[in-house]
């Protein structure tokens, strides 16, 4: 006789071979669960990066905007005021003044567009006003010759008037702007 109980039911013979299949089989399972959920772990986490990188550069981009818009309200304002005070052609030591503020302005809307602190639109309607003026004012003309002589010591900048102050038509003055190397950052 056997000292086996005969409640219990004698364990298969077939078990061990299941144990030695099945757990490599659960622990190869376990594992790919492992690197899926790692593989969507980095996903998410580079997701994350790249969302924060693009928010970082779209509030870059809104600070340079701002700035722009500050740098172009400062320049209009005080061509609006060097334009309110202009004196009397009679006054020759007036206008030597007026003019020299005009290009020192115009001047400084050159640095800042190299700059790329200053947007293109108001840049070129600005240098069309200047052509404009110049084209059909002799003694913007010969104040211009006497600045330039004078005045001025940035030969890019003399250059680049020269050119905009002699163009033909509007859309010249544009594409002389285009052509200008504008630096954003501001480094040489």
Known sequence: MSNEDPQKSPRPHWMPLINLVAMP??????LYISNK?????NELKREEREHSEQLRHEESEHSKQLKSLETAHQLYSQFYQTEKDKPRKSDDQQMDFYYEEVYRLQSLEFTFYKKGQ??????????RYRSKVYKSDKTEQKQWERIRAHEMHNPEFLAFMDSVLNVQDGKTIEELVAKLDVNPAGIK
């Open 118 to 127: 200053l947007d293109r639109e108001p840049y070129v309607h600005w240098l």
């Open 37 to 41: 959920a790692m593989t969507t772990a």
């Open 25 to 30: 089989l659960l622990a190869g399972f376990a």
